[in-house]
């Protein structure tokens, strides 16, 4: 392959973007009103089998409607069962041999690539890497654009295609697509998340990359995350938040630095979960990770976020419940009294932790633990943070204000019920409470 006439080549094919008049968006199918996402990722998926049934057949023209009908592969399902029978080797053939249907193969055979169903090893060799270079290299953006696709998956392989594809300047190639104005700005997003994939994947190579890509790379990687794109955003933090990259720790704190201090005020549920992952996994100070998890707890209404947020604050209990007790308090109650039963549940058993018994005894608090005395299993518990409560040593004032406010006919009620009904446990722990509040009733009776 002659790299000099390649390197002209790609200089001159920037404003060559569509791939022989190809466009992004294949021809739209129109539904039926009551067609479902779930129908139509079948019917796609349907079309593209009967296409691989008409290419079985000789009838080459299907490879472009191929191409065209791959959005079944959102669904796990679907994707698996069509690359138990997609013909890798067959399209591979046509990519590198075959001019007029080499694209639509080669964006099928790119979208198939990830599957571990695909025989990965008989492709990565140096000899069809060259040849893929000198299409995506000839042909234009969408020819890098899948090409990249699998590359990616090669060169965790082999270091001799990293290289090969370092020295003969694909970081230049993909910084001439990024600056490139013609490009439509949803196309160079999408481009954005695949060629990030490559970058990513340079580093998790053995050995290091050589310095000079090295700073390429990384400086290309902090420009994707300050583009704040969540489907970028969320790319790029799925495969960091795997594993840290072990080779290179000061590249390493600057990705958590920035994704700290951008991505701390998120609303957003995915990129607050895959934050608080690659956060957490990166081992940030202890006061970083109490500052995040008190913001995405406030911030984002997210049951599975909140749940984890909790269940860091009761694990960190120790280390955290005198940094700053009263906020966490605070934000723990706001967020108890309005949410879902179950974060209620959860709320509560953190705010027991974290609550300062000999400070004070709040309202809301007290009142969040009277809504579930009776509930089945976890009343037990609130009778006895309520018996704590009682038991502790009050001034006279406290307590009697205490039971003024929430000592009431209808709570001797409820507890004399749970001890005519409840299980054993459940029993004894009603009857201390009635108990320990008729006995401090009686010490203000006149």
């Known amino acids: 392959m002659n790299l000099e006439s390649s390197s002209i080549r790609r200089n001159n094919r920037i404003g ?51 191409s065209n009908h791959m959005a079944f592969i959102e669904n796990k399902k679907l994707f698996s069962q069509f690359c138990s ?7 591979m053939n046509i990519i590198l041999n075959h001019e007029t249907f080499s694209f639509p193969a080669l964006k099928c055979f790119s979208c198939c690539i990830k599957s571990n169903l695909c025989p990965i090893t008989n492709y990565c060799n140096l000899q069809i890497t060259q040849q893929l270079f000198e299409i995506q290299n000839n042909d234009g953006f969408l020819s890098t654009f899948h090409s990249l696709k699998i590359f990616s998956r090669f060169v965790l392989i082999s270091v001799e295609i990293r290289d090969f594809l370092l020295n003969n300047g694909i970081l230049d190639i993909i910084s001439q697509y990024l600056s490139n104005e013609r490009i439509p700005i949803p196309s160079k997003g999408q481009f954005m998340i695949i060629s990030s994939s490559l970058l990513i994947n340079f580093l998790y190579s053995e050995p290091k990359i050589p310095q000079i890509y090295f700073s390429s790379i990384s400086n290309s990687i902090l420009f994707y995350l300050n583009e704040r794109t969540d489907s970028l955003i969320l790319e790029i933090l799925e495969k960091f938040s795997k594993q840290p ?3 290179y720790p000061d590249l390493q704190m600057q990705i958590s630095n920035l994704i700290f201090n951008h991505f701390i005020n998120t609303t957003s549920e995915k990129v607050g979960l895959f934050v608080y992952k690659f956060i957490k996994s990166n081992k940030i100070t202890s006061i970083d990770n109490l500052q995040l998890t008190l913001r995405f707890l406030q911030q984002i209404d997210s049951v599975k976020l909140r749940k984890k947020c909790m269940k860091t604050l009761i694990l960190h209990e120790k280390e955290w419940k005198n940094v700053n ?9 706001n967020v108890s009294e309005n949410s879902q039963v179950f974060i209620k549940k959860l709320g509560i058993k953190t705010l027991a932790l974290y609550w300062d018994q000999s400070k004070m005894i709040d ?20 009778i006895h943070v309520i018996l704590s409560f009682l038991t502790s040593s009050f001034p006279p004032e406290i307590l009697k204000h205490f039971l003024g406010e929430f000592w009431s006919a209808e709570i001797e009620s409820q507890l004399a019920e749970i001890i005519e009904n409840g299980n054993e446990e459940e029993s004894n722990a009603a009857s201390l409470l009635l108990n320990a509040f008729v006995e401090a009733s009686s010490q203000f009776d006149t």
């Open 85 to 91: 029978i997609f013909p890798f080797d067959f399209f």
């Open 16 to 66: 060559h973007i569509n791939n022989h008049g190809r466009t992004n968006v294949p021809p739209p199918i129109i539904f039926s009103p009551k067609c479902t996402r779930k129908d139509a990722l079948l019917m796609s998926y349907q079309r593209a089998v009967k296409c691989l049934q008409d290419i079985s057949n000789g009838d080459l023209t299907k490879i472009e409607s191929l």
């Open 325 to 333: 007790n009263e906020e966490i308090c605070n934000i723990l109650m």
């Open 363 to 382: 309202a809301r608090f007290m009142n969040l633990l009277l809504c579930f005395l009776n509930d089945k299993g976890f009343g037990t518990f609130c």
């Open 245 to 247: 990259i072990l080779l």
